[in-house]
């Protein structure tokens, strides 16, 4: 069974999250735990309005550094940092542990894990480019949520799977929440 960390920052896009954790919850053979930034509940609350316990994971407090993943020797397979914001993205590029999102982070990178940021941000800014390509350098999975089009979605749900399958593939969870390119001979593709 995977293990997996999950990171909800305060960037728009708390969708993301929700599927993401819809999905894990119930499609994936996975232990997960859950950490919001302080920022992330009240953007959470105003975008999804649902209560994340319901999920049923184990959800952790930001400044609650006692948890497992905020140690390398614990068993973890890999993160997620749903949506990421470029604060957050810089903070962890710099190695600035100031929450359990980003010491989480920082042990993924040092422990060369799996660290997918879903980095939702528009435009990026000289600065956040630097920090992203310092990530990239530093061994993290730099995803921003910008989804394809070639699946033909229909709905609003249909973009954002595009992006949580494509998330969960690099942390190794399989789905089929997206259909997957298979070529311009693709006779779905009308």
């Excluded at 119930?26 to 859950?34: F, P, Q, R, S, Y």
């Excluded at 992006?163 to 070529?183: F, K, M, P, T, Y």
Aim: hydrophobic share 45%.
């Amino acid at each position: 069974m995977k293990r997996l960390v999950v990171g909800v920052t305060g960037a728009s896009g708390a969708i993301y999250a929700a599927r993401a954790l819809e999905f894990l919850r119930d499609h994936a053979h996975a232990e997960v735990d859950v950490v919001f930034t302080r920022t992330a509940r009240l953007v959470w609350a105003h975008e999804v309005g649902t209560d994340p316990a319901a999920y049923g994971f184990r959800t952790w407090n930001p400044g609650d550094f006692t948890a497992p993943f905020a140690s390398g020797s614990a068993r973890v397979d890999g993160m997620l940092v749903v949506p990421c914001s470029t604060g957050s993205a810089a903070r962890i590029a710099h190695g600035l542990s100031t929450d359990l999102v980003g010491r989480a982070a920082d042990v993924m990178l040092k422990e060369r894990r799996p660290l997918v940021l879903v980095v939702r941000e528009s435009p990026l800014s000289l600065v956040h480019l630097r920090n992203l390509t310092q990530l990239a350098e530093a061994g993290a999975i730099v995803m921003p949520a910008a989804p394809g089009f070639y699946h033909r979605p229909s709905t609003i749900l249909d973009l954002v799977d595009q992006v949580v399958s494509r998330a969960l593939d690099r942390v190794g969870i399989e789905n089929e929440l997206s259909r997957r390119w298979s070529g311009l001979g693709d006779p779905d593709a009308g």
